[in-house]
């Protein structure tokens, strides 16, 4: 196996092997997992007429809970609020990156099935590592080259939203496998809520 060595080749490469394990470590997830509630007042993804958040985001019937301002202490969340968090994430930097820079929060649609949420994540982050790969090293150094209204991207290099990404990615999918594994040794605060 033979790594990149100059900076975009090592952000995409990580990003790679990240991609990969977690792939391998999603493998059938159900829907019972995706929606598992590890605490009381789990934010997840809910049916817009079910959830009792103070605000959510997302286009249609589904929608990701979350608060604004975020509380200091913000509640657990869910693996399927997680992987809609990566996928938002990543779709919505993409768009503000290589797209039309038009959509925003309420633009997605918000997956409500564990198959679902895998395969829009997975073809989203391919798609977003496709188009890093093109760029030279002097885009990586620009200052705004993604406009994402909702970050540091309109102020800092286009390498440093890169690295932020990867961190994203890695430590959600963390997460993700730990609230697999607990879901998985039936933990006493277990319960799939009313979505399905």
């Given at each position: 196996m033979e790594l990149r060595t100059d900076r975009v080749g090592i952000l995409l490469d990580q990003l790679k092997f990240s991609f990969e394990y977690a792939r391998e470590r999603m493998a059938g997830l159900t829907d019972d997992e995706y929606f598992w509630e590890p605490a009381e007042g789990a934010w997840s993804v809910r049916r817009r007429t079910e959830t009792s958040a103070s605000a959510a985001f997302g286009k249609g019937e589904w929608?990701?809970?979350?608060?604004?301002p975020e509380p200091s202490s913000p509640p657990v969340t869910t693996i399927a609020w997680r992987m809609a968090h990566l996928i938002v994430g990543f779709d919505l930097r993409w768009e503000w990156t290589f797209g039309g820079r038009e959509k925003l929060f309420d633009d997605l649609e918000i997956p409500h099935t564990a198959d679902d949420a895998q395969d829009q994540l997975w073809k989203i982050v391919?798609?977003?590592?496709?188009d890093v790969a093109g760029l030279d090293e002097t885009q990586l150094d620009?200052?705004?080259?993604?406009?994402?209204?909702?970050?540091?991207?309109?102020?800092?290099?286009?390498i440093g939203i890169l690295w932020w990404q990867n961190r994203e990615f890695i430590h959600h999918m963390a997460e993700i496998a730990l609230l697999r594994d607990l879901a998985r040794a039936g933990c006493s605060n277990h319960s799939s809520g009313s979505q399905h």
């Amino acid at each position: 196996m033979e790594l990149r060595t100059d900076r975009v080749g090592i952000l995409l490469d990580q990003l790679k092997f990240s991609f990969e394990y977690a792939r391998e470590r999603m493998a059938g997830l159900t829907d019972d997992e995706y929606f598992w509630e590890p605490a009381e007042g789990a934010w997840s993804v809910r049916r817009r007429t079910e959830t009792s958040a103070s605000a959510a985001f997302g286009k249609g019937e589904w929608v990701c809970e979350y608060a604004a301002p975020e509380p200091s202490s913000p509640p657990v969340t869910t693996i399927a609020w997680r992987m809609a968090h990566l996928i938002v994430g990543f779709d919505l930097r993409w768009e503000w990156t290589f797209g039309g820079r038009e959509k925003l929060f309420d633009d997605l649609e918000i997956p409500h099935t564990a198959d679902d949420a895998q395969d829009q994540l997975w073809k989203i982050v391919d798609r977003w590592s496709e188009d890093v790969a093109g760029l030279d090293e002097t885009q990586l150094d620009t200052v705004g080259l993604s406009q994402f209204p909702a970050g540091l991207d309109t102020g800092i290099p286009f390498i440093g939203i890169l690295w932020w990404q990867n961190r994203e990615f890695i430590h959600h999918m963390a997460e993700i496998a730990l609230l697999r594994d607990l879901a998985r040794a039936g933990c006493s605060n277990h319960s799939s809520g009313s979505q399905h």
